[in-house]
T-cell receptor, first 115, second 113 residues
Framework: KAGVTQTPRYLIKTRGQQVTLSCSPI?????VSWYQQTPGQGLQFLFE???????NKGNFPGRFSGRQFSNSRSEMNVSTLELGDSALYLC??????????????FGQGTRLTVV | DQQVKQNSPSLSVQEGRISILNCDYT??????FLWYKKYPAEGPTFLIS?????DKNEDGRFTVFLNKSAKHLSLHIVPSQPGDSAVYFC????????????FGQGTRLTINP
């Protein structure tokens, strides 16, 4: 069974540009969440999507947005990039059964460098 | 306000001995806890989880203990192996069925031969 796939693995962008990252969840998983990892702030929750709807949102500015498609694939977009947006962006998927907590499985991440 | 804390940035253990990683939390609404292992430039790998209705969960060499009154959980690895060397993250969730995880800062575990 394939794991969570994130593309691209590495990305270099210039300040002011925008970027779109992609995540394909494990087959059958309908919940997709995004996290940002930086040396200073650690792993921080960005947002979660379930059945194409944003279910939870973290404390990030509106420049960070996302969406989920009918096949559960998800994208996140960062507009007007700042140097501080340089980070490892991680996507996680989980099987939401509706009656129990389920663990989240992470992809390899996309390393974004803003110059 | 750091709701999940791993107070030991690093831990060194001899191969074959027990590794104990600790995690404290402040939010009493947390009801689901997970441990992840992470190598540099890779995504976290799920290890083990525990629901707040339990105080212990075991999976092979990994055991997680939860003390709700102390708001403390720990991960025991027995016996420790060189391949266990990595950064370990504790995570917590306050919303049933959702995946809004709050992570600790991580503990770097080094297993010495």
């Amino acid at each position: 069974k394939a794991g969570v796939t994130q593309t691209p693995r590495y990305l270099i962008k210039t300040r002011g540009q925008q970027v779109t990252l992609s995540c394909s969840p494990i087959s059958g998983h309908r919940s997709v969440s995004w996290y940002q990892q930086t040396p200073g702030q650690g792993l921080q929750f960005l947002f979660e999507y379930f059945s194409e709807t944003q279910r939870n949102k973290g404390n990030f500015p509106g420049r960070f947005s996302g969406r989920q498609f009918s096949n559960s694939r998800s994208e996140m977009n960062v507009s007007t990039l700042e140097l501080g947006d340089s980070a490892l962006y991680l996507c996680a998927s989980s099987l939401f059964t509706g009656d129990t907590n389920t663990e989240a499985f992470f992809g390899q991440g996309t390393r974004l460098t803003v110059v | 306000d750091q709701q999940v804390k791993q107070n030991s940035p690093s831990l060194s253990v001899q191969e074959g001995r027990i590794s104990i990683l600790n995690c404290d939390y402040t939010n009493s609404m947390f009801d689901y806890f997970l441990w992840y292992k992470k190598y540099p430039a890779e995504g976290p790998t799920f290890l083990i989880s525990i629901s707040s209705i339990k105080d212990k969960n075991e999976d092979g060499r990994f055991t997680v203990f939860l003390n709700k009154s102390a708001k403390h959980l720990s991960l025991h690895i027995v016996p420790s192996q060189p391949g266990d060397s990595a950064v370990y993250f504790c995570a917590a969730s306050a919303q049933w069925g959702a995946q809004k995880l709050v992570f600790g800062q991580g503990t770097r575990l080094t297993i010495n031969p």
